[in-house]
């Protein structure tokens, strides 16, 4: 009998991409549709990867690969111990290891656009990393448990004790998803004054490699997102479904509807909302507990 | 059959004395060479009679008449170096805070109240673990210094030759530390934190400048004034319990007497001015202008440990009272904005520096909980914090001699530059703040102890902080890797000494990475139920097997990956400027047609979150904190 944890993680393994791709995909496709266009395909992510799959490496230095590939490995194993039941405050721990990887991807070319790219992602991950934190404690303080394993199996739904934390994790979601206003590292539109940001020097496999990765990310997440809404009831799972969907559908209209900020105010919006929402949610439910 | 017990104290502070008196180089160093495997084998052989006695705690010396003597005198003697330092400096006023504290301890020992007689000394793991870390960090500093101070002089040949003197310092220093974390009679801790004290106050003072002056005066007031808080403890717990015992001090906190919450207050308050906690950080900032083992010394195996050695003592007795909040809340409070500070720094030992206090901050809040898990984590952010800021410290120091600048900035490209140096600063950053190693499993438990206690200033503190140490740590990493256009491979003029104590620091800092989970089942686990009497497992066995697959993968995934694309066939191209490159990258033609030079900088908002601009603010706040805190604890006694 092999356990169902295993198969959840390799689940995460194999199909994460292909969910990842996919919701890209409808990203663009419904980004179109918002902006009077048609749009490509929802398959074109998964085209645009396979070729850059295909062509010949170029690169400012030979070793952007190993972390780009240490970056994805760390993801990947992240998101694994997420879906395989394990401790979430390590998995977010775990996770920001990955991001350094990113990080030092970014400036280990010693490019300018890439290098200020890099320093911006690490000014997003400043920006997210204490409402993460902060997300992983609150499970804990609703359900007593750090095991995501547990808190699925629990009879409520976490969001009904912790609706601010649940906010506050949305909210930084438009941030560690990268997306507009909160696209600081790496912009939608090249013209802009970061060009690509942190991938300005990918290209071709390196590119695809951080692609990959971020629908890996993505799916994580989305993840976690879902872990606020099911309990042990089946019917929550459909539930859960639908909010993910929704949630996704936010940061599109978001980043269809709003300019990029200047990362000060993005720190400042991040941290208050961590605080006020997130902050004042554990107050309230440590008191009464 | 302890013979290593009084040799450990002794032994340091004679050969410290017959360093002074020798003023011929070599024979310098062949006796210090000599000294330091001596003390490491005093030490191993202290440990092992500790475990083949079976660990549990060894009390000795109960009559000591004589060596109560030699103590006095030596008190007066110190009191009488401070008077006349003060004297010939014109601060006055400091030498007050020295006479008092010395003039009660000795009222009390020959004229005040008859007190029960005891044991002097008290072997159990938390001393062990202090004497291990004083005896191996502290010893392979010393053996670092030898050849640093020699290119240091060789350098700065405005700063007077007294290498007799600094030698002198640091083994006094180290039997101090001993002798510090052995006793238990609270009359003998007195005196060791008084030399402790005034050890730094001459290390610091040591290139004799203005500066160095002046900010060996300020570590000297501050630890002075705590040293009084202590004296003022133990004069008030020996006059109304008739004992000066350490461990009767907080047996009797543990159950709870109103007794001794004034003397725990006040030795809390001593505590966080040896270890640098915010209002009172400002000391070890300063302490930056002395040679760099100095640094090394004070930061990671000495002085500011000592602080947290008896805040982890007092522990059990915080628990849950007013004192251990607060001092919780000092401490996460100095965390958090001492990290802030931090990012602000482009002076690798000043980032060092405040980190340190920052990771003190951490240590001292997990103490001021008191729970059997915070202290579980307090334990191990020590060990990782001793090797790793020895490590840094030492190998900052090193990359200064080379580069004759300790700039971050100017360290972009060092792993091209000093391949060695630059990969032990990266075990060392890594080692620090990375997950899953030390540091963060502390964090986690910290964390989590801090909910259960329902902490939530302490659990904002130590989310934001934490984020916040990433951020400056992360970049440090990112400038050490950055690829230079020429790279070029300076030459590496680290002395074999130096690039010993390095290897050993580095190794040891790997290893405790790697076997961390070992160490908690069979050292920090006992250690934690020693101090608070029952069994309590901090860190469950199931988070630990976690811990050991993401240990083993962290270390693993960089390293195959490097090894399998290193011989990747790839188009080398020049970086993208906006501009046509030219002939390398570190030049491009601007939109005027003119050559423009490349130079990248991190963040770092030195004008909004600097140390000017925020210290003060927060010393004023902590200090409010420190005030309640005596006002709350005085309050409740009357």
Sequence with gaps: MIDFRIISALAFIVLAPFIGGFLEGLDRKISARMQRRVGPSVFQPFYDVIKLLSKETIAVTASQRFLLVSYMILTVFTGAMFFFGSDLLMVFLMLSTAGVFLYLAGCVTSSPYSSMGAQRELMQELSYEPALLLTGLGFYIAEGTFRVQDIVNSRYSAVMFLPGFFVAFVFILTIKMRKSPFDESTSHHPHQELVKGLTTEMGSTNLAIFQITEWYENVLMLGVVALFIINSSVYSIPIAIIVVLFTYFLEILIDNTSARVKQSKMLFLAWSVTLVSAGVNMIIIMLIR | ?638
């Design chain 2, 1 to 638: 059959m302890w013979w290593s017990v009084p040799f450990l104290i002794i032994f340091p502070m004679v050969v410290g004395v017959i360093l002074f008196c020798i003023r011929i180089q070599k024979a310098r160093k062949a006796i210090a060479y000599v000294a330091t495997p001596a003390i490491i084998v005093a030490v191993i052989d202290l440990v092992v009679r500790f475990f083949a006695g079976g660990a549990v705690p060894v009390e000795l010396y109960f009559d000591t008449e004589t060596t109560d003597m030699f103590i006095s005198v030596g008190e007066i003697l110190l009191m009488l170096f401070v008077v006349i330092q003060c004297f010939r400096y014109k601060k006055y006023w400091i030498s007050l805070l020295s006479i008092v504290p010395t003039g009660m301890i000795l009222w009390l020992e020959y004229f005040g109240p008859k007190y029960n007689q005891q044991y002097h000394i008290r072997i159990d793991y938390l001393s062990i673990l202090m004497c291990i870390i004083v005896g191996v960090v502290g010893g392979l500093i010393t053996i670092y210094a030898m050849g640093y101070m020699d290119g240091y002089h060789h350098h700065h040949t405005e700063v007077p030759e007294r290498r007799h003197y600094f030698f002198m310092v640091v083994f006094l220093f180290l039997g101090a530390m001993f002798g510090f974390v052995l006793s238990d009679s609270l009359m003998w801790v007195d005196f060791f934190w008084e030399t402790t004290s005034v050890c730094s106050f001459m290390l610091i003072g040591y290139t004799k400048t203005e500066e160095a002056v002046n900010n060996s005066f300020r570590a000297l007031w501050m630890n002075l004034l705590g040293g009084l808080a202590l004296a003022i403890g133990i004069l008030y717990f020996a006059i109304n319990t008739g004992s000066v015992s350490f461990r009767m001090l907080t047996d009797f906190g543990v159950e709870g007497d109103a007794l001794v919450a004034l003397p725990i207050a006040l030795m809390a308050f001593a505590a966080l001015t040896k270890s640098a906690q915010l209002p009172f950080s400002t000391w070890l900032m300063g302490a930056m202008v002395a040679p760099t083992p100095s640094s090394a010394l004070l930061h990671s195996a000495t002085m500011v440990k000592a602080g947290i050695y008896v805040l982890f003592r007092l522990a059990p007795a915080m628990y849950g009272t007013a004192t251990g909040t607060i001092v919780a809340t000092v401490g996460g409070f100095t965390f958090l904005m001492t990290s802030i500070m931090a990012i602000a720094q482009t002076d690798a030992k000043k980032v060092l520096a405040l980190s340190t206090v920052s990771n003190l901050g951490l240590m001292v809040a997990c103490a001021g909980i008191g729970s059997p898990s915070t202290i579980w984590a307090g334990v191990f952010l020590m060990i990782f914090h001793s090797v790793s800021k020895a490590l840094l410290f030492q190998d900052v120091g090193a990359t200064e001699n080379v580069l004759f600048s300790r700039d971050i900035e100017d360290m972009h490209g060092l792993i091209y530059k000093l391949p060695k140096l630059a990969s032990f600063m990266f075990i060392g950053i890594v080692g620090m703040y990375l997950a899953p190693f030390g540091m963060l499993v502390s964090k986690w438990a910290a964390l989590r102890a801090s909910v259960d206690n329902k902490g939530i200033l302490l659990v904002l503190f130590i989310v934001f902080g934490s984020a916040i140490t990433s951020f400056y740590w992360t970049k440090w990493l990112g400038k050490l890797i950055g690829r230079t256009a020429t790279n070029v491979k300076v030459k590496d003029i680290t002395k074999a000494n130096e690039m010993f104590s390095l290897t050993c620091n580095a190794v040891m800092m790997f290893l405790l990475c790697l076997l961390f989970p070992l160490l908690s089942r069979s050292f920090v686990d006992p250690l934690v139920e020693s101090l608070f009497g029952n069994y309590y497992d901090a860190i469950p066995m199931k988070i630990l097997y976690i811990l050991i697959v993401c240990v083993l993968v962290v270390f693993a995934v960089p390293f195959i990956t490097y090894f399998s694309t290193k011989d990747m066939k790839y188009d080398e191209k020049l970086a993208y400027m906006g501009g046509i490159n030219m002939d390398n990258d570190n030049c491009f033609t601007d939109s005027y047609g003119e050559p423009k030079k490349v130079w990248l900088t991190n963040y770092y908002f030195a004008h909004k979150i600097g140390q000017r601009k925020l210290m003060l603010p927060c010393q004023l706040a902590a200090a409010a904190a420190l005030v309640i805190m005596l006002c709350i604890v005085i309050g409740g006694l009357l």
